[in-house]
C-alpha cells in the first residue's frame, strides 16, 4: 500500500502541524476575518488566550492537524 496518493507531488504533501501553528492559525482567524480586516473587538490578547486553549484541548483529545505547505498569507493583510 503506498503512502501517497499516486498523482500527490511534493509540493502537495501533508506534515503534522505543530501546536505553535496551531495556535498562531487560530489566534489570526480570532483577531482577522476572511478578507484580513481586524475583526472588532477581537483583542490581541483574548484572542492568543482562546487559541493557546482550543490548541491544548484538541492535543489531549488526540487530534493531529495536518498542515500543506505555503507559498505565503491567503490574503495581503498581516
Known amino acids: 500500500m503506498a503512502d501517497h496518493f ?3 507531488s511534493n509540493e502537495n504533501s501533508l506534515t503534522p502541524a505543530r501546536p505553535e ?3 498562531e492559525a487560530l489566534s489570526y482567524a480570532l483577531r482577522y476575518d476572511e478578507r484580513g480586516r481586524p475583526r472588532p473587538h477581537g483583542g490581541e490578547m483574548v484572542a492568543g488566550l482562546a487559541a493557546q486553549h482550543l490548541t491544548q484541548h484538541l492535543e489531549r483529545a488526540g487530534f493531529v492537524l495536518m498542515r500543506k505547505p505555503t507559498r505565503g498569507r491567503p490574503h495581503s493583510a498581516g
Do not use: G
Open 21 to 23: 501553528e496551531v495556535a
Open 6 to 8: 499516486p498523482n500527490e
